[in-house]
Each structure stands twice: as structure tokens, then as C-alpha cells.
Nanobody, 126 residues
Framework: QVQLVESGGGLVQAGGSLRLSCAASGRTFSRYFMGWFRQFPGKEREFVAAIYWPGTSTYYADSVKGRFTLSRDNAKSTVYLQMNSLKPEDTAVYYC???????????????????WGQGTQVTVSS
């Protein structure tokens, strides 16, 4: 069993920064991707960023490219999402996700991921 625990959300003014953390516990082998998604009220979850765990490749949605950066701490089995130059339209619940089964969906598809965190609210005021 895998548990993902997110932290770091909160309220910030436009132009500010936040860093989200996602710590994975339990199974650590055969992890393919870890990703971040966000969900706006009444909308489906959308892809934000992902990292290929066996390597170093990172992927970003166009809407956050150049503002958000993924990093990782292998020893802590933790992935971080540094969010800079935040905009009010970034306000959402952010979810961490982990892929252990490599089911063939794209890294930006919610269907690829097997485990999800509880979500953390990010609110950007104008």
C-alpha cells in the first residue's frame, strides 16, 4: 500500500510563491511517475506537472511552464512543486499522484496514476 501526504498549500498574494511537498510511504520500488494535478470547483482534475521517477525527466502543463518547478528528494521519497509568480487563476486544490503500474496512459492523464493524496488548497488573492 502507498500513502501520499501533501503539505504546503495556503493563501498567497498574486506574484508570490508556495512550495508543495508530497511524501510517499509504503512501496518504493517500481514507481514510474509522480505527478501533480489540480482541480477547480466544478471541473475535472487537470495535469500540472510530472516527474519520471527512474530518471530525471520533468513535464509541465503549458499554463505553468516557466513558473512551476519540480524537484525531488530520493532519500525522503518526496517530490516538491515550487510555484512562483502565482496568479489568481492558479487557485485550486492540488493533488499529488503516483504511478506504479505503468498502464500505458500518458503522464498527463489521471488514468495513469494509482494513488492520490488528499489534496491541498492553494488560494492566490489578487
Amino acid at each position: 500500500q502507498v500513502q501520499l501526504v501533501e503539505s504546503g498549500g495556503g493563501l498567497v498574494q498574486a506574484g508570490g510563491s508556495l512550495r508543495l511537498s508530497c511524501a510517499a510511504s509504503g512501496r518504493t520500488f517500481s514507481r514510474y511517475f509522480m505527478g501533480w494535478f489540480r482541480q477547480f470547483p466544478g471541473k475535472e482534475r487537470e495535469f500540472v506537472a510530472a516527474i519520471y521517477w527512474p530518471g530525471t525527466s520533468t513535464y509541465y502543463a503549458d499554463s505553468v511552464k516557466g513558473r512551476f518547478t519540480l524537484s525531488r528528494d530520493n532519500a525522503k521519497s518526496t517530490v516538491y512543486l515550487q510555484m512562483n509568480s502565482l496568479k489568481p487563476e492558479d487557485t485550486a486544490v492540488y493533488y499529488c499522484a503516483a504511478d506504479y503500474n505503468n498502464r500505458g496512459f500518458s503522464y498527463y492523464s489521471v488514468s495513469r496514476y494509482d494513488y492520490w493524496g488528499q489534496g491541498t488548497q492553494v488560494t492566490v488573492s489578487s
